[in-house]
T-cell receptor
Framework: DVKVTQSSRYLVKRTGEKVFLECVQD?????MFWYRQDPGLGLRLIYF???????EKGDIPEGYSVSREKKERFSLILESASTNQTSMYLC???????????FGPGTRLTVL | KNEVEQSPQNLTAQEGEFITINCSYS?????LHWLQQHPGGGIVSLFM???GKKKHGRLIATINIQEKHSSLHITASHPRDSAVYIC????????????FGEGTQLTVNP
């Protein structure tokens, strides 16, 4: 079974802090994605990566950056957290050549 | 207007009822996906389809490419079916990004 894990299920941070969210997949997927999910807005793509050290902006990249130094790990970075970044963050990965994405359990981030 | 629209946004049913969730999209697609999200957050893929109909247990997904419409049906619904059901479309080559609907919150009461 494909397994996608995220570093924390719940996280509370203060405004201005630098926040790291980590995602690890164990199936050698090339594609990895970071989403945020908000009530009434659904899942929105922040960044995605189709290979090590490659990244592309999604629909809402402002205030975020990403890092992919190893194939299995995709990190989302909030350089200076703000209250409007309070959300559920979901990571996903997919095999090359398919559209089916496998999701991690999500991290509920609260920024105070 | 969103590229992927789902209806209804919320649905409450009694155990045993037949349930239909609808998804309409306004763009060209390569495939349509139905996903399920249980309380707690985890999302699993139920179906990926580009034409016709697929069935898995009590779940049936259909798509009409000409009308740009898909439905997810649940037969003999059960409280464990309570979840958010999400429609998503892929628009390009395989491995491309997905565009998601807002989701339908389904509650099945015993």
């Amino acid at each position: 079974d494909v397994k996608v894990t995220q570093s924390s299920r719940y996280l509370v941070k203060r405004t201005g802090e630098k926040v790291f969210l980590e995602c690890v997949q164990d199936m050698d997927h090339e594609n990895m994605f970071w989403y945020r999910q908000d009530p009434g807005l659904g899942l929105r793509l922040i960044y995605f990566s189709y290979d090590v050290k490659m990244k592309e902006k999604g629909d809402i990249p402002e205030g975020y950056s990403v890092s992919r130094e190893k194939k299995e790990r995709f990190s989302l970075i909030l350089e200076s957290a703000s209250t409007n970044q309070t959300s559920m963050y979901l990571c996903a990965s997919s095999y090359p050549g398919t559209d089916t994405q496998y999701f991690g359990p999500g991290t509920r981030l609260t920024v105070l | 207007k969103n590229e992927v629209e789902q209806s209804p946004q919320n649905l409450t049913a009694q155990e045993g009822e037949f349930i239909t969730i609808n998804c309409s999209y306004s763009v060209g697609i390569s495939a349509l996906h139905w996903l399920q999200q249980h309380p707690g957050g985890g999302i699993v893929s139920l179906f990926m389809l580009s034409s016709g109909k697929k069935k898995h247990g009590r779940l049936i997904a259909t798509i009409n490419i000409q009308e740009k419409h898909s439905s997810l049906h649940i037969t003999a619904s059960h409280p464990r079916d309570s979840a958010v059901y999400i429609c998503a479309v892929s628009r390009g080559t395989s491995g491309s990004r997905l565009t998601f609907g807002e989701g339908t919150q389904l509650t099945v009461n015993p």
